[in-house]
């Protein structure tokens, strides 16, 4: 009779541990919480089963292809780890918050995402810009991605390799009704 007493004060003592590290995860974001608004994106895709019209492009060459996505996680991964919410770049991020965009910018040159801007309407996000700039000694890219729900993502990646030819990629893909 004890141990069953025993475990049952243990697992209650477990699940409140958890519920506690859920609530300070949520409330310790300093900047806009990218990760959480393309999780929420992502299921809402996944559940609507929606197609899109995309439109791949390198150095100007285009193909067109409509297609149903079955791995939204993948798909807008990229949009996912431009999160800046990291502890070690508390602070590093000059934050413009006006009537409908909040602007994130920093000219850290360890931090490779420059730029997040998130337009509201109607206290709904209907705009996420983000720029990301990497750059070493042999390698340097810009990329700039747009997100517009219920409308299209566009990925534009710029890439430079030392001794070689710049190479520019986009992807266009709307969200068909």
């Known amino acids: 009779m004890i141990k069953p007493l025993y475990i049952l004060v243990f697992a209650l003592a477990l699940?409140?541990?958890?519920q506690r590290e859920e609530a300070k995860a949520n409330t310790d974001l300093t900047y806009f919480d990218l990760k959480g608004y393309f999780g929420k994106?992502?299921?809402?895709?996944?559940?609507?089963?929606?197609?899109?019209?995309?439109?791949?492009?390198?150095?100007g060459i285009e193909e067109n292809k409509t297609?149903?996505?079955?791995?939204w996680d993948k798909e807008l991964a990229i949009f996912?780890?431009?999160?800046?919410?990291?502890?070690?770049?508390?602070?590093?991020?000059?934050?413009?918050?006006?009537?409908?965009?909040?602007?994130?910018?920093?000219?850290?040159?360890?931090?490779p995402i420059k730029k997040i801007s998130v337009t509201h309407r109607f206290s709904q996000v209907s705009k996420v810009e983000i720029i990301i700039n990497n750059k070493n000694i042999?390698?340097?890219?810009?990329?700039?991605?747009?997100?517009?729900?219920?409308?299209?993502?566009?990925?534009?990646?710029?890439?430079?390799?030392?001794?070689?030819?710049t190479k520019n990629y986009s992807i266009i893909a709307r969200f068909n009704p």
Do not use: H, M
């Open 67 to 71: 297609s149903l996505i079955n791995d």
């Open 15 to 18: 699940l409140s541990c958890n």
């Open 80 to 111: 996912v780890n431009a999160d800046i919410n990291k502890n070690s770049w508390k602070g590093s991020f000059e934050v413009n918050k006006k009537v409908d965009v909040d602007t994130y910018t920093t000219n850290n040159k360890k931090i």
């Open 138 to 165: 042999l390698f340097q890219s810009r990329d700039t991605l747009i997100y517009v729900p219920d409308q299209l993502y566009q990925i534009k990646k710029q890439q430079k390799i030392r001794f070689l030819d």
């Open 41 to 59: 994106e992502i299921l809402r895709l996944k559940k609507a089963k929606t197609k899109v019209n995309k439109t791949v492009s390198i150095n």
